[in-house]
């Protein structure tokens, strides 16, 4: 398919009014809708790979506590982070920090209004570009996300893969074509909102779609036929293992992630992934080693964590741990950090997901044992 398809231009103007009026009869009430640029673009980044109502109550939070672009550029990664841990893909929170810092040093804390300089920031590709620029300034510029994708190719009739250079280029062609110039922010917003609401991806609402008399999809025998994406990976199921290692004055051992890759710059318990044939409970004495440097003695299976991290499939296992009497002392061996904390203020760091859960599973540990009621799980 080409451009071309885009022909006559009474349809795309068609296509852009039934849209538009549609938008503003069915748009949702999200926070950041009529917010400051700031804030758009906050959210634009939250809300790659992540669903609306995951983002909500991350967005208000985040908001909450960086309200400015200076606000955000001088606070601590740490900090950053700790209000970033949930929502996954950590990397978009450290581009947003250095983003912020760029922003007030070349910009004067304004968001910037062109396509040159704000794609010059780290994290902003042309999609959210195209986001910022259109809904926080009026610019008519184009975006594509998954949902774009899907409304697109079903109602031009987009065969083949959309992630192919051919098609990604007519896509990005014809969403430049159609965006109104007198409401590309609505028009964008529109048909994300189209594709959140009405164009599913199994069971696409189409009775209920105001584009579906221009729809080739639409009317066809199976609308959820396109787009025509190729068939995903098999998941690759991992094992990791943790080590809870409480000392004597009973704080608890945690390191941080270094700054680069998964998790990267939250905190954790010493973790590994485990070898082909490594027991769990071995292994975990590795990871306070490998990255801590602490000799430690193994106690029960505190708890048992399953998490999916892109189209790994994950098993995290946690044991209660003691620093051996020969060890000496704990250090960053292959971590950012590490530090030795009571439960109390385990809060105030910023954990991973599957973190997060063996944090919660050590406080109801805690508390059962005060109260008598605990029952460790069974040992592999």
Partial sequence: MSASIMAPTDRGTRISARLLKWYRLHKRDLPWRGASPYAVWISEIM????????VIPFFLRFLNRFPTVEALAEAPIDEVLKHWAGLGYYARARNLHRAAQKIVTDHGGRVPDTPEAIEA?????????????SIAYGIPR????????????????????????????????IA???????????????????????????????EACPLLSDCVAGNSADPSALPEF?????????????????????????????LHGLWGGLWEFPRVICAPGEEPKSAAVRAAAEVTGLTIKVG???????????????????????????SGPAYPRDAAAVRWERFEALDDFGFSSPQALLRNALRQRLEQQQTGTYQPELDL
């Fill in 142 to 173: 184009p975006l594509v996300d998954a949902n774009v994708v899907r409304v697109l190719s079903r109602l031009f009739g987009l065969k083949g893969d959309p992630k192919s250079a051919a098609n990604q280029a007519a896509i990005w062609s």
């Fill in 230 to 258: 190729p068939a995903g990976r098999k998941p690759i199921s991992v094992v990791h293992s943790a080590a809870i290692v409480q000392d004597a004055e009973g704080r608890f051992l945690i390191s941080q992630r270094p």
């Fill in 121 to 133: 920031l780290p994290g902003i590709g042309r999609y959210t570009s195209g986001a910022i620029l």
């Fill in 176 to 206: 430049e074509q159609l965006v109104p110039p007198e409401a590309p922010g609505d028009f964008n917003q529109g048909l994300m909102e189209i594709g959140a609401l009405v164009c599913a991806p199994t069971e696409p609402k189409c």
């Fill in 300 to 326: 029960s299976r505190i708890a048992t964590v399953k998490h999916a991290v892109t189209h790994h499939r994950i098993t995290l296992y946690a044991f209660s741990a003691q620093p051996d009497s020969s």
């Fill in 47 to 54: 809300l790659q790979q992540t669903q609306v109502a995951t």
